[in-house]
């Protein structure tokens, strides 16, 4: 059976390179919102978005964040890593950016997203990116053999995230 995720992404920005993601179909994922129901639960306040994310990551193993140009240090970005990681949920960072949009082009690599969120305290504090894989399939020649590594890939890299999560 398929791990239940929550795909979390930059909608303005990656919303057609996450369908491709999403479409890969080896993770059951959360139903997406379209951009209308996402400003409309916007207008209703940060606890209305906050509900929503708690919805959308229960029932979930994990987070798949889904990093293009403009993922990094976005404020629902930063609460979904932070409320997956304090859920005691696995999480892990796959670059898109090398993936074609409707128009045909690919985009460039943006910040860590992982680097913007601390966990611990005092002494124990460190960024996120010290223990959660971003990785980058975007190497690879073209964006159908960036695809293709991603589907290759995508269970185990989530797998990986739980057992990182639990040794924690």
């Known amino acids: 059976m398929a791990r ?9 920005g ?12 080896s993770l059951e ?13 916007k207008k209703k306040g940060d606890a209305a978005v906050e509900r929503w994310i708690a919805d959308q ?21 930063n609460h979904e890593i932070l409320e997956t990681w304090n859920e005691g949920k696995g999480i892990v960072g796959v670059r898109i950016h090398g993936l074609k949009n409707l128009a045909g082009s690919t985009s460039t690599a943006g910040s860590n997203p992982f680097d ?7 002494t124990n504090k460190k960024k996120l990116s010290s223990v959660v894989k971003l990785y980058d399939p975007t190497a690879v020649s073209d964006s159908k ?15 990986e995230a739980i ?6």
Not at 66 to 74: P, S
Not at 145 to 159: F, G, H, M, P, S
Not at 163 to 168: E, P
């Open 145 to 159: 053999a960036t695809y293709k590594k991603i589907a290759d890939n995508l269970e185990a890299w989530v797998e």
């Open 14 to 25: 990656d919303c057609q390179r996450a369908s491709q993601v999403r479409n890969i179909g």
């Open 116 to 122: 913007y969120v601390s966990i611990g305290s005092g």
């Open 57 to 77: 990551l229960y029932g979930r193993s994990a987070a798949v964040l889904l990093v293009g140009n403009g993922t990094a240090n976005r404020k629902w970005i």
């Open 29 to 41: 994922d959360n139903k997406p919102i379209n951009d209308n129901d996402w400003e409309a639960l």
């Open 163 to 168: 057992k990182i999560r639990n040794n924690q």
């Open 4 to 12: 239940k995720v929550f795909y979390s992404f930059h909608f303005d």
